[in-house]
């Protein structure tokens, strides 16, 4: 599904005055798919139609991402995006669901998994997380590896950085972390860098980036949400990934009891890009076995 199809299926809903693009098809259980960093909703788009053969399943791009707004001047956070996921499924009336994350994604997942255990142990009432299934991402953060460009965003010079950005340089990053046998199309990369670039996307690099800070401030807590989870978890991993790829599975191995880890060997850090046959596979039966 090229970009333009995509954004024709999509309407807005209004968070805190910003317009956010949402995606929604399907019927049964709520599925949401959370995209991960510097993209959009899109990534998904791959493993969309077999997805709502099976679920209601709802995705968007998240404030400063894709075709939402960008406010140059905002606190992105993700806590925040969690919030904004809570306020969505507020207003499409889902109590229940299950996630499917990637990358950034993963964050946010972490941080409703979090309240959602919260709520738990003081009975509270509230949103029900039936499962969740990751893909690559910071989720341990001590074991995260940043890409040079990610780290130069971080630094003093970081909206100077975002600015000089070009189509070239996003091609020769992806390309780092992309497996070596299942690179990015030119395609698929003139599509990430429009994502990236609509509403003056670049504007708020180094702002969105702040979410590695976040990271280690929520550490303890972000991770122990996955240690002492009592809802079902798998942990897809595209190993030749150089920022959460292989080293990372292992720590999760090593962290999480009876962890549900499936490794892919030859694929980088975009499974639902690189292998998604791969990754449906391997979501499908994780939840057919729920």
Not at 170 to 188: D, S, V
Not at 240 to 261: L, Q, T
Request: with cysteine.
């Amino acid at each position: 599904m090229d970009l333009s199809a995509w954004k024709q299926k999509g309407t807005y809903f209004n968070y805190n005055g910003h317009n956010i693009f949402t995606v929604e098809e399907g019927k049964g259980e709520t599925l949401l798919l959370i995209h991960g960093f510097p993209t959009a909703s899109w990534d998904w788009h791959k493993l969309w139609p077999e997805l709502t053969k099976q679920f209601h399943v709802l995705t968007f791009d998240m404030l400063g991402f894709g075709f939402s707004d960008k406010p140059k001047k905002y606190a992105y956070s993700i806590v925040d995006q969690a919030n904004l996921i809570e306020a969505l499924l507020t207003l499409k009336k889902v109590q229940q669901l299950h996630i499917f994350s990637h990358d950034y994604g993963d964050s946010v997942a972490q941080e409703l998994l979090a309240r959602f255990q919260e709520r738990q142990q003081k009975s509270e009432e509230g949103l029900i997380l039936k499962s969740i299934c990751l893909l690559n991402g910071g989720i341990f953060p001590g074991e995260h590896r940043p890409l040079l460009i990610q780290k130069l965003l971080m630094g003093p010079f970081g909206s100077l950085i975002a600015q000089a950005f070009t189509r070239k340089k996003l091609a020769k990053n992806f390309r780092k972390i992309f497996g070596p046998e299942t690179q990015p199309t030119e395609n698929e990369l003139d599509s990430f860098w429009e994502l990236m670039t609509y509403n003056e996307g670049k504007k708020v690099f180094h702002l969105l980036i702040r979410y590695m800070k976040e990271r280690m401030v929520n550490k303890v807590r972000w991770e122990d949400a996955l240690i002492q989870a009592r809802i079902p978890l798998r942990f897809i991993n595209g190993n030749m990934d150089p920022i959460s790829g292989k080293h990372v599975a292992d720590f999760y191995r090593s962290k999480v009891k009876e962890a549900d880890v499936v490794d892919l060997p030859k694929i980088g850090h975009f499974p639902l890009i690189e292998a998604p046959n791969e990754a449906l596979h391997h979501y499908m039966n994780f939840e057919k076995d729920l």
